[in-house]
């Protein structure tokens, strides 16, 4: 069965959005969020407008539901949703548990509050070659030094770990990291410190906000950032959305949740490629298709051969 994934802020590119231009759904989505943001998102992915967590976070979401939706066109659905970080909404929507108009306000208001907590000064690094549970100890070390602490923001694999804080901390712990034996350590083109305690306030705020959102039972299988585990109650999705900022994201949990369940296709939306590679490394019998890597005019006839192919 097919799983729709969509990538988290880091993955955006310059002109991904406006390389989704053309096809029929893709425009009426492109048009729809304009209207409800009252601006051409087809402006959000300038080299300027990708500074803003605001403009990359809504565009992220707004690629995402523009895939979904030509892909229904072409009458292929996912059995199962999932998203990392703020690829949570698109996910959401992909599986009928919110509304698009209300993610996008939902997610501008998420991208707000991050940007207005932490306007400069903090952000991720990714390292890799290390598990979570040797990164908890050189964390744990480096402040107990009385550095300024950095956090565990994402487990995307075993040894694939996103960390979050302020840019000199996390400067520093790359270098702590790469003497600890990380294969490879960076910093991620994300401005603010996601998925740790440093966004709690943010987070009971956008939860306030999503209380007068409408969310419904979803129709197809929604797997949550948080836990990593299937979520099969509108209050439950509002909540993993609302507070996804604050908590780990336990990616790899959900990916082999999806697998456990009988994933055997698996799509990245654009603009990412991460999610599949993760898929294709831990999971090498699962199909796994980044829609950024072909055109999108063919993406719906290379699914649907992979579903295909999946099936005998």
């Not at 292929?76 to 698009?100: E, H, I, K, R």
């Amino acid at each position: 069965m097919p799983a729709f994934v969509f990538p988290g802020q880091g993955a955006q590119q310059e002109g991904y959005l406006r390389r989704l231009a053309g096809h029929a759904s893709a425009n009426e989505t492109f048009e729809e969020a304009s209207d409800v943001l009252n601006t051409d998102v087809l402006t959000l992915d300038t080299a300027e407008a990708l500074r803003s967590t605001v403009a990359v976070q809504i565009g992220l979401v707004v690629a995402g539901v523009a895939t979904v939706r030509a892909l229904a066109a072409e009458h292929l659905t996912p059995d199962v949703s999932a998203g990392l970080s703020v690829g949570a909404y698109p996910a959401a929507v992909s599986c009928g548990a919110l509304a698009f108009d209300d993610a996008l306000r939902m997610v501008r208001k998420r991208a707000e509050l991050m940007e207005t907590a932490y306007p400069s000064g903090y952000g991720l690094a990714a390292i890799s070659g290390l598990t979570e549970h040797e990164l908890e100890k050189l964390a744990a070390d480096h402040a107990s030094e009385g550095r300024t602490p950095v956090y565990i923001g994402n487990v995307n694999a075993p040894r694939q770990i996103v960390m979050a804080g302020a840019n000199d901390a996390l400067d520093a712990f790359i270098e702590r990291a790469r003497a600890a034996g990380a294969r490879k350590a960076t910093r991620l083109a994300v401005s603010v410190p996601s998925h740790c305690k440093l966004l709690a306030h943010a987070s009971d705020e956008l939860l306030d906000f999503a209380r007068d959102i409408p969310f419904r039972a979803p129709v197809s299988t929604y797997v949550g950032n948080r836990g990593g585990r299937p979520l099969h109650t509108p209050e439950a999705i509002r909540d993993d959305l609302a507070t996804n900022m604050r908590y780990t994201v336990r990616w790899f949990d959900a990916l082999t949740v999806m697998i456990e369940m009988g994933t055997r296709v698996v799509v990245e939306a654009p603009p990412g490629q991460v999610l599949t590679d993760i898929t294709r490394e831990a999971f090498p019998e699962v199909s796994a298709l980044a829609a950024n890597t072909i055109a999108f005019e063919r993406l719906a006839a290379t699914l649907r051969r992979r579903i295909e192919a999946s099936d005998r």
